[in-house]
């Protein structure tokens, strides 16, 4: 196995469709991302890895640094766009009631009528690493489109954010939710932040409020 991801790792054109990416907090991982090829975003950053089969439905993934990326030649804005194509077909968005996801995991199904007044969940099909969806070609419009309201971006976690009606609470208020589930439930290495964020309907950008 090992062989073989030297091998397959040599070209980049070899191994294009198999780069993608994960949403981590880049002040938790300012260590590792001094050796890894990255995008900053607000507090966020971007890392890519190389995801490659080690049979069945098991991967290993490798982690592009900057020594790997200078082999290949090939600078962060290509990997960006490649990553992001290959997301979309690997790890397509859903978007649900956060009730949905529950009713599913504890029952095995959907609930049927799903009321869109209450915490919606944003993550993708696989729901690992799924608070990338944040990044995906029209999903926050969609969104937007879809409840008719500005929003709050909650980062649950790395895998999955919940989406809020701005209107609903005030931001100090989450704030202190977010902090105490991160605090009492959350795994350290799953935390993504501390605050909230808000996705700006007039700018069609996600901003810190």
Same mark, same amino acid.
């Given at each position: ?13 070899? +191994? ?9 907090? %880049? ?28 049979? #069945? ?7 592009? @640094? ?29 978007? %649900? @009631? ?9 029952? #095995? ?9 209450? *915490?919606?969940?944003?993550?993708? @099909?696989?729901?690992?690493? #799924? ?5 995906? /070609? ?14 709050? +971006?909650? /980062? ?7 989406? *809020?009606?701005?209107?609903?609470? #005030? ?12 605090? @009492? ?21 996600? +901003? +810190? /409020?």
């Amino acid at each position: 196995m090992f062989k073989r991801m030297i091998n397959e790792i040599q070209n980049v054109s070899a +191994i294009s469709e198999k780069i993608v990416f994960r949403l981590v907090n %880049t002040k938790m991982n300012e260590d590792v991302l001094k050796e890894r090829v990255h995008r900053k975003f607000l507090d966020l950053s971007i890392i890519y890895f190389v995801q490659i089969e080690n049979g #069945g439905n098991h991967f290993e993934n490798l982690v592009i @640094t900057h020594q790997l990326a200078k082999m290949w030649k090939i600078e962060e804005s290509d990997l960006w766009k490649i990553a992001l194509k290959n997301m979309l077909k690997l790890f397509p968005p859903q978007f %649900t @009631t956060l009730e949905s996801v529950l009713m599913t995991k504890l029952y #095995g199904s959907k609930k049927i009528d799903e009321e869109e007044d209450g *915490l919606l969940y944003l993550s993708n @099909t696989s729901n690992f690493y #799924g608070a990338s969806c944040i990044f995906y /070609p029209k999903v926050l419009e969609n969104i937007r489109r879809k409840i008719q309201n500005d929003y709050y +971006i909650i /980062p649950s976690s790395v895998h999955e954010v919940l989406i *809020l009606l701005a209107d609903s609470i #005030g931001k100090e208020e989450l704030n202190q939710m977010i902090q105490e589930v991160n605090a @009492t439930v959350v795994e350290s290495r799953e935390i993504l932040a501390e605050h909230c964020y808000k996705y700006d309907s007039k700018k069609n950008e996600i +901003i +810190i /409020p």
